[in-house]
């Protein structure tokens, strides 16, 4: 079936520091892929839609210059926390979806910690 | 504006009986309903997804749902609970089947334990 990886499955970083986060699709292409936010005993959180080639979307909320995101590939998108805060703290999960079957499969998730 | 409720953030159940895991939702379009399981460390996999077609809809380790507009429910069940079974459950809604940016707005969850 289809895979989707994130890497590394937990960071532990400072607070004012920037880490990223990877997203592969390993056995289709994406062209949307999309980034969650998952804090503990809570739902899902939509942060943004990523499509290849283009600007990333995001939801009303979400800081675009702290979250970066880029979709250079048909299996690759990135996300960038940067100048990280405790609060940023949380799981973050990303989900692609299939260019032909126009299924979404979700990744293992991140597990970020900010001290 | 779309929402997912799920009642119960943690259902127990015997391993044998029946599991009914609950999920209300709010739509203005008419909706896709998803529901999906997650395992400890592991992402998220579809159980099952109503996009229109038939109300009843079965889905995959003798999981079903049923759509109920006049409920605006969608409650996910499976007659016999096995112990593989425990894990978190999410319900979900789309306003779309899969075409254009397809935003999934997620419930809660639900947490199933299997009692031995």
């Known amino acids: 079936g289809a895979v989707v990886s994130q890497h590394p499955s937990r960071v532990i970083c400072k607070s004012g520091t920037s880490v990223k986060i990877e997203c592969r699709s390993l056995d289709f292409q994406a062209t949307t892929m999309f980034w969650y936010r998952q804090f503990p005993k809570q739902s899902l959180m939509l942060m943004a839609t990523?499509?290849?080639?283009?600007?990333?979307?995001?939801e009303q909320g979400v800081e675009k210059d702290k979250f970066l995101i880029n979709h250079a590939s048909l299996t690759l998108s990135t996300l960038t926390v940067t100048s990280a805060h405790p609060e940023d703290s949380s799981f973050y999960i990303c989900?692609?979806?299939?260019?032909?079957?126009?299924?979404?499969?979700f990744g293992p998730g991140t597990r970020l910690t900010v001290t | 504006a779309q929402s997912v409720t799920q009642l119960g953030s943690h259902v127990s159940v015997s391993e044998g009986a029946l599991v009914l895991l609950r999920c209300n939702y709010s739509?203005?379009?008419?909706?896709?309903l998803f529901w999906y399981v997650q395992y400890p460390n592991q992402g998220l996999q579809l159980l099952l997804k109503y996009t229109s077609a038939a109300t009843l809809v079965k889905g995959i380790n003798g999981f079903e749902a049923e759509f109920q507009k006049s409920e605006t429910s969608f409650h996910l069940t499976k007659p016999s609970a096995h112990m593989s079974d425990a894990a978190e459950y999410f319900c979900?809604?789309?306003?779309?089947?899969?075409?254009?940016?397809?935003?999934?707005?997620f419930g809660t969850g639900t947490r199933l334990t299997i009692i031995p």
């Open positions: 989900s692609a979806r299939d260019r032909v079957i126009y299924e979404q499969y």
């Open positions: 990523s499509n290849e080639g283009s600007k990333a979307t995001y």
């Open positions: 739509s203005s379009v008419p909706p896709y």
């Open positions: 979900a809604v789309s306003s779309t089947g899969g075409f254009g940016n397809e935003k999934l707005t």
